[in-house]
């Protein structure tokens, strides 16, 4: 069974103060793994796909990157506009087309 | 941003009657799914379709039927709506070809609370 592990399950820093979120996983086959941003009170915006181990993906202030276990979203000096809520999943290359998602981590950027 | 629409956007209702939650895209995708979001349980799948009237469960399909009669849309019912259905209700859509492949574009949701 796939699973997903995202940590912390919420954070918060300070304006500028770069980190990273931590998406853990068992997948038997990996076909991809996705990143997600969501805003209080819409739906889950797309940010990346990673299809392979070493695969990295940037955009504005967010990196994603990809190992066999875990995939991280560095976010460098982050700003009050980052602060959201940030899913992962994964889809295995088993049968199923259904993609397992972690409970995300809330983040939450101070002026 | 993918053409994805959700109606109504907002809804309450009464225990007992049904309701009907539509969605509709303009990317002509294969794959259209149905999932809940309540606090402490994430997103959870309720029904998905792989195709014009080919669809399957979720791991939370009890009280909830699909049909998807065309490709652009794909409707949720719930036949008799109880208090626990009060959450909010995502579209998602993907395809398994492209540059996109396997990616889920979401809707803005539908958040229905049952009195």
């Known amino acids: 069974e796939d699973q997903v592990t995202q940590s912390p399950e919420a954070l918060r820093l300070q304006e500028g103060e770069s980190s990273s979120l931590n998406c853990s996983y068992t997948?038997?086959?990996?076909?991809?793994l996705f990143w997600y941003r969501q805003d209080p009170g819409k739906g889950p915006e797309f940010l990346f796909t990673l299809y392979s181990a070493g695969e990295e993906k940037e955009k504005e202030r967010l990196k994603a990157t990809l190992t066999k276990k875990e995939s991280f979203l560095h976010i460098t000096a982050p700003k009050p506009e980052d602060s959201a809520t940030y899913l992962c999943a994964l889809r295995g290359s088993g049968g199923s087309y259904i993609p397992t998602f972690g409970r995300g981590t809330s983040l939450i950027v101070h002026p | 941003d993918a053409g994805i629409t959700q109606s109504p956007r907002h809804k309450v209702t009464e225990t007992g009657t049904p309701v009907t939650l539509r969605c509709h895209q303009t990317e002509n995708h294969r794959y259209m799914y149905w999932y809940r979001q309540d606090p402490g349980h994430g997103l959870r799948l309720i029904h998905y379709s792989y195709g014009v009237k080919d669809t399957d469960k979720g791991e939370v399909s009890d009280g909830y039927s699909v049909s998807r009669s065309k490709t652009e849309d794909f409707l949720l019912t719930l036949e008799s709506a109880t208090s626990s259905q009060t959450s909010v209700y995502f579209c998602?859509?993907?395809?398994?070809?492209?540059?996109?492949?396997?990616?889920?574009?979401f809707g803005p949701g539908t958040r229905l609370t049952v009195l």
């Open positions: 997948v038997s086959g990996l076909r991809g």
């Open positions: 998602a859509i993907s395809d398994t070809s492209g540059a996109t492949t396997d990616t889920q574009y």
